[in-house]
């Protein structure tokens, strides 16, 4: 300012001094004084078109460049220029800041809206446009409730009290569910909060389930148990032995059906708690196979003719327990469900390609749209077949999840009436050589029927 204040003076006194002195001198008072006049008329024209200029650039575009001046305008117009360059600076910062939080709000991976206090939408970010199906742009302005007409969600927001959050399944996308809730942050400014939780909606109708389901299972036996043991308890009745033995044989069956559903359920809650297979090592498929054997025979008790059939690489790397209670289980279903009479067959295939674990009935079979849900927990095709079997509903959950601790996948064929097979396919990754008697792959293999 005061350079500003001393270069006006400077230049006053210079056109004093070079002009209007030397004209009033020489020419008299009336010169010097129109010299005066005329360079005050300059001087001040000069001022006006800059004063042009500044205002032409103070009401023009803001991009606009700050315009050149000379003498005291060039000062001014550079003071402006650096001016306009640090609010451009700060502006640029600004904007750089909004648009990484504009960015930020649209990676969350929860929904929100911004509405105000007529419930109209202000902003939504990707999330919760997906969840609701809204326009982000489009539906600026629309109330909330005319776009999610869900009735919950209406009562909700109606309401007014935000202090938890609401859960309904989505309208606008069947098969979803939603927890929303409504954070108010100012006054008449709201933000909605959305948040897809089916997968843990569907796990909490599993639990459910999966308690009813386990509680029906104990109860059945629990009832005959308990009904057979106050009448024994009871002095009024004097059974004959006969009798008492009947009745003790049907409890002692009622208590092994509690005991295998126990077991059952202690095998698959071990084979939950893990992703993977605990304690492996390569297992003897020849062995396993011939004891499984035994075991089917002792369940079939002769009804069955049972057949085991071994080709190729004939060791697989696992945990043999799960492995044996998995190979169990399909041949007990087998057996159970395949009328006396009916042929088993055992079938190991270790190629360069897979292995392949195969149990073959000529059983009662299962229709087709049953196939996609037999392992899921206590799902059964025929309830009263099962228990009578003395079956769990549980089998197939833990053939599915041993497999999936080996990678191994399970593969249903079946035609009712005419019998199943059941067949566990293993990566070639966990086959090993044999260490006596090793097949020679790549080539034909080895076939060694070891029963038929
Ligand atoms: P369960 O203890 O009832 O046999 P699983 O989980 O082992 O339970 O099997 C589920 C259902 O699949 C059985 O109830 C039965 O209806 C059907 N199933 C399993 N294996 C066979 C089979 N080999 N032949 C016919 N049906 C079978």
């Not at 939408?121 to 809204?134: D, Q």
């Not at 498929?285 to 369940?299: I, K, M, S």
């Not at 360069?352 to 009662?364: H, Q």
């Not at 497999?403 to 990566?427: I, N, Y």
């Amino acid at each position: 300012m005061i350079a500003l204040g001393l270069h006006a003076f400077f230049v006053l006194a210079l056109f004093g001094l070079c002009v209007v002195l030397p004209v009033w001198i020489m020419a008299g008072a009336f010169w010097g004084m129109a010299a005066l006049a005329a360079g005050l008329a300059c001087l001040s024209l000069f001022h006006f078109v800059y004063l042009l200029r500044l205002y032409a650039w103070l009401e023009g575009p803001p991009e606009q460049p700050v315009p050149q001046g000379r003498g005291l305008w060039n000062r001014i117009f550079a003071s402006l220029h650096r001016r306009a360059r640090q609010r451009a600076e700060q502006q640029r910062l600004l904007s750089d800041a909004l648009e990484r939080f504009r960015r930020a709000v649209q990676a969350f991976p929860d929904g929100l809206i911004i509405f105000n206090q007529h419930h109209q939408i202000e902003w939504v970010n990707a999330r919760a446009a997906s969840h609701f199906r809204l326009d982000p742009q489009g539906d600026r302005g629309q109330p909330l409730t005319n776009l999610i007409r869900q009735p919950d969600f209406v009562a909700y927001l109606e309401r007014g009290e935000y202090a938890a959050p609401v859960v309904f399944p989505n309208p606008r996308c069947p098969g979803q569910t939603l927890l929303v809730q409504v954070v108010s942050y100012a006054l008449g400014e709201n933000l909605l909060l959305s948040r897809d939780v089916s997968d843990q909606e569907r796990l909490d109708v599993m639990r459910r389930d999966f308690v009813a389901n386990v509680s029906h299972e104990l109860k059945t036996p629990l009832t005959v148990v308990a009904g057979f043991a106050e009448m024994l308890a009871d002095p009024d009745l004097d059974p004959d032995p006969a009798q008492v033995r009947h009745y003790m044989g049907l409890i002692a069956e009622q208590t092994q059906r509690m005991q295998r559903l126990i077991e059952d359920l202690l095998t698959l809650s071990v084979l939950e708690s893990t992703a993977v297979a605990q304690r492996e090592e390569v297992v003897d498929l020849e062995a396993l196979c011939h004891a499984l054997v035994r075991d089917a025979e002792v369940l079939s008790a002769g009804r069955h003719h049972i057949s085991l059939k071994l080709e190729g690489y004939i060791q697989l790397e696992g945990n043999p327990q799960e492995l044996r209670s998995a190979f169990g289980n399909l041949i007990s279903n087998a057996i159970r469900y395949t009328p006396a009479g009916g042929e088993i067959r055992i079938e190991w295939q270790g190629t360069a390609a897979a292995g392949v674990f195969a149990v073959t009935d000529t059983g009662i079979g299962i229709a087709a749209e049953h196939i996609p849900r037999l392992t899921e927990r206590f799902y059964r095709v025929d309830r009263g077949r099962s228990r009578e079997t003395g079956g769990t509903g549980l089998g197939l959950a833990i053939v599915k999840h041993v497999l999936s601790h080996h990678q191994a996948v399970l593969e249903v064929e079946s035609q009712p009436g005419k019998g199943s097979r059941f067949a566990a396919r293993f990566p070639a990754s966990r086959l090993r050589h044999a260490q006596n008697g090793a097949p020679p792959w790549p080539g034909a293999g080895i076939t060694r029927p070891v029963r038929s």
